[in-house]
């Protein structure tokens, strides 16, 4: 039972484009969100999180938007750079402790 | 500072052997937790640990099971493995019960 979904499992992008990766979830119990980047034969690197009481939080070029709503949130990336080609999870919690992951969206930014 | 480390990279075991991984958590971290990815796949919840005690545990069978010492390290024990418990094992630390993981490059273990 996928609670967190990542339902593109690839998107390009030219450099200096805007990078938008989604991510839908299922649990309306899910408090705090948070986006990883992933390279190969590397575990997955912090990006940006987000609690349920906000829906913004930006931290330089990386912008998570939280629809609690639609039980969606959005990782924008602005410029996107070819450093940023990795694979991006999104990752959701109740109250910060389980995380369940989706199944990952593969980013790669076109020099 | 050190990262969350992990040991060993990489391990080839049989079906029906026992296995032992390690972690070490970024320094002052009281929390550890495991997840297991297998490919085209999130992290999977295992296990978290927190002051030594048992705080969650995810949807593995009794094969699966850990601890943590007194200096935070942690083990994870899979016994009787199976040829589907070939993944990647993370580990993740933080500084408390509740927040954001920072993870160990992994483990990945082929069951053969």
């Known amino acids: 039972d996928q609670q967190v979904k990542q339902n593109s499992p690839s998107l390009s992008v030219q450099e200096g484009r805007i990078s938008i990766l989604n991510c839908d979830y299922t649990n309306s119990m899910f408090d705090y969100f948070l986006w990883y980047k992933k390279y190969p034969a590397e575990g997955p690197t912090f990006l940006i999180s987000?609690?349920?009481?906000?829906d913004k939080n930006e931290d330089g070029r990386f912008t998570v938007f939280l629809n609690k709503s639609a039980k969606h949130l959005s990782l924008h990336i602005v410029p996107s750079q070819p450093g940023d080609s990795a694979v991006y999870f999104c990752a959701a919690s109740i109250t910060g402790n389980q995380f369940y992951f989706g199944t990952g969206t593969s980013l790669t930014v076109i020099p | 500072d050190a990262g969350v480390t992990q040991s060993p990279t990489h391990l080839i075991k049989t079906r029906g052997q026992h296995v032992t991984l390690r972690c070490s958590p970024i320094s002052g971290h009281k929390s550890v937790s495991w997840y297991q990815q297998v490919l085209g796949q999130g992290p999977q919840f295992i296990f978290q640990?927190?002051?030594?005690?048992?705080?969650g545990r995810g949807n593995f069978p009794d094969r699966f099971s850990a601890r943590q010492f007194p200096n935070y390290s942690s083990e994870l024990n899979v016994n009787a493995l199976l040829l589907g418990d070939s993944a990647l094992y993370l580990c993740s630390s933080s500084p408390a019960r509740y927040g954001e993981q920072y993870f160990g490059p992994g483990t990945r273990l082929t069951v053969t």
């Open positions: 987000i609690s349920s009481i906000k």
């Open positions: 640990y927190y002051e030594k005690e048992e705080r």
